[in-house]
């Protein structure tokens, strides 16, 4: 972050700490917000397939400082269209918290799929984390446009596909994301720098996550 010009990110777990060791995941970055304060905002994972106890956890995890939180469907191994997800969603939804998602893999967690949600909760702010990348990434203008309380998240989308989406639906609604270790933070932000000239990039870089993060009324 400090090599790149980064001031603050958001932060969550990730592979087995996101599919079965949530408690150890939250914590680890719960640990980190703290000894970072000002430069971390950290999300909150656990498995609906876990029931009470995944609320139990979300339930420490807002105790802990956590401020949002992520799902994977893929690999948490459930279908994002399936109600089991719906309880972890209104509890973000009576936190105030947004949810970000990993989309892009069929048939776990496709772009209209998360529209589906993000219009089942119109309070709670959605991210499509990865930009729906990459299959059904030509259902992403849609469902943008469908939901006024969804934002895309850039990692791995090229910019000229970006710039083009950026050029239809406006600049509001998409949030700069690196998926950082898996994918380089350089080169993510070097493909923000390379969006079509005129294009103003601040909100994506800073503003739009500050929207994402503020409650819905």
């Not at 972890?88 to 209209?112: H, I, K, N, R, S």
């Not at 909100?203 to 500050?210: D, K």
């Amino acid at each position: 972050m400090d090599g790149h010009g980064i001031e603050r990110a958001a932060i969550g777990p990730a592979k087995n700490f996101t599919a079965v060791d949530n408690k150890a995941g939250n914590s680890y970055i719960a640990a980190a917000v703290r000894k970072h304060p000002g430069r971390f905002v950290g999300y909150a994972v656990a498995s609906p397939w876990y029931g009470t106890r995944a609320l139990r956890e979300l339930e420490r995890a807002l105790d802990l400082g956590l401020s949002g939180l992520m799902i994977d469907p893929a690999l948490q191994g459930f279908v994002l269209t399936d109600p089991q997800i719906h309880p972890l969603v209104e509890f973000a939804a009576d936190a105030g918290w947004p949810v970000y998602c990993a989309t892009g893999t069929p048939v776990y967690a496709m772009p209209f799929q998360l529209a589906e949600l993000a219009e089942r909760y119109p309070s709670v702010n959605f991210v499509m984390g990865h930009g729906g990348f990459s299959d059904f990434w030509y259902d992403v203008p849609d469902s943008l446009r469908r939901c006024p309380n969804l934002w895309l998240e850039t990692s791995y989308v090229l910019p000229t596909q970006l710039s083009r989406w950026i050029e239809d639906l406006g600049v509001e609604k998409f949030v700069f994301g690196s998926d950082h270790p898996y994918s380089s933070l350089g080169i993510e932000l070097g493909k923000i720098r390379l969006l079509k000239e005129g294009i103003d990039r601040r909100p994506i870089l800073e503003a739009n996550f500050v929207e994402v993060m503020r409650r819905r009324a």
